[in-house]
C-alpha cells in the first residue's frame, strides 16, 4: 500500500512525538502576538488584484506553453502559486511539462525548450540546472520556470528529484486548509527575515514545501514556533507513520533535524538544513516567543554609518575577487569550501578565526574573515617530539635548520620568524599554495579588504552581524 494511499487510516496518529507535548497557544495568552502576526499578514498576503494577475499568468503560459507539447505529454502547475502561499510581490509561475517515462531526459528537455521558445518568441530564455536543465523566462515581470519531469503515479519509483514536485503539491493540496495557507506564509516570511529561508547550497536552510509541513504538522505558525523552541538533541516527523517507531528513522537518516517526506520515505526533506541553521532556528523561535516583534519579519537595515562604527576596533577582512559565471549551486559549493580551507590555513598558521562569511552578486565574490588577532607575534614556536625520542628529535632539527632550539614539558621546540604576521601576508601565501577550486581561480589575484574598503559590501557584512 503507497503512503497516499494509507493516509485515511494514518490521520490521527500523524504529529511525532517531538510534536505531541506542545499544544496549541490560547488565543488569551497570545496577546500581543496576535496583533503581531495579523498586522504582518495584511501586509504579506497578496491582494486580490495581484492573486488574480499572478494566476491569469500561470494559467496563460500553461495554455500557451501546453499547445506546442507533443501529445501525451501532461502539464501542471506546482509551487506556492498553485498552492496559495506564495509572498505578496513574489508569485513566481512553476510549470511541469510531464512526460511518458519512454522519453530520455535529454528529449524532455529539447521539446520544452522547443515549446517555450514557439509559444514566447520574444521571450529572452535561459537554461537553469537541477538535477537535470530546465527552462526560466519573464513574462510579465514575474519568473516562469518550465521543468521537464517524468509523470508519476502514487506507488512508482521516483527517478529523479525534480519528479517529486508533482506529488508534493498533490499532497499539500490536499492536506493543507484554507487557513493554514496563511500559517505558511508567516513561517515562510520569518525564516527569509532571519537568512533562513531557502534549500540551496547558499543558504542550507528550509524549503517552502518543508514549511508546509511543518505548518500541517502543527496546525499553525505559533504551533510551529512553540514545538522548535522545545527541540533538543535529535528531531524527527514522520507525518505519515512511514516507519514502524522514530528509532528506525534514526538508523535510516545521519541528520540531526528529520522530515521523513510524505511522498517518499527514503528521502529527507529537512537534510538541506544545515546544523548551524538549525540551532539558529531553534534560538529564534524562542526570542520571537518571548517578545513578539514584527521585526523579526521586517528587521530594519543597518545604515553605512552603523556599520562603519560596528568595523572600529574589529579585526575583520574581506577577500574580493572576480568568479566564473556558473549555476549558483556550483558557485555556492565552491565558496564554502574554499573558505572553509582558508578559515583552516588561518587557524593552522597562529590566527583565532572569530567567524566567517561569504557574499557574491554572481560575478565578484567577497570571503569574509573575523581574527582574534591583527597581528601574530614575529617568532612561532613549533612542537617536537619527546626528548627522550633522540632519533626523532635529530630529524626535528633537520628539518628547521637554522631555527632557534628550546626544551620544555619534556619536548623540543623549534622557534623560527614568520615570514609574515598579518592577513594579508597569510591570504597572499594561502594564494600561491592553497587549495583553490576549479571555478574560482579568480581567488590567486583577489585583493585584500579592510576598513572603510569593506563599506561596499554592506548587504554582505550586515549579514555576518545578523545572521553570525
Known sequence: MSTLERRGVMKSRRTSSDFTAVKRMSPLLLGGMEKVLETVLKKITPGEKEQLEVEGIAREVEVEVGEFLPSGVRTMLTGSVVKGTFLAGEGDVDLFALFPHSYSKE????????AVESAYPKAKMEIAYAEHPYVKFYLKGKKIDVVPAYLMVEGERIKSAVDRSQLHTKYVMEEMGKAQRGDVRLLKRFLKANG???????????????????????KDFEGVLKAASRWRGKVVLDLEKCYTNDKEILK??????IVVDP???ERNVAAPVSAENF??????CGRFLSAPSEEFFFPKKISGANIGKWLKGRNFYGIEFSNEKIVDDVLWGQIRRVSSALGVFLEQNGFTVLGLHSFSDGKKTVLFFELKEEELPSEKEMRGPLLKMKEDCGKFRAKHKGAKFVEKEGRIFAVEKRKWRDFSGAFKEYAKKGFVPSHLGGLRKGKVLEGRGLIRYKDGIEEYIRYR
Not at 528529449?107 to 522547443?114: A, I
Not at 531557502?198 to 509541513?213: D, R, V
Open 279 to 284: 540551532a539558529r532556528f531553534i534560538e529564534v
Open 196 to 218: 533562513l529561508y531557502g534549500a540551496e547550497i547558499k543558504t542550507l536552510g528550509f524549503s517552502g514545501y518543508l514549511c508546509e509541513l511543518l505548518v500541517i504538522a502543527r
Open 107 to 114: 528529449l524532455m528537455f529539447e521539446e520544452v525548450k522547443g
Open 263 to 265: 511522498v517518499d520515505s
Open 252 to 257: 535510516r537518516f545521519p541528520e540531526q533535524f
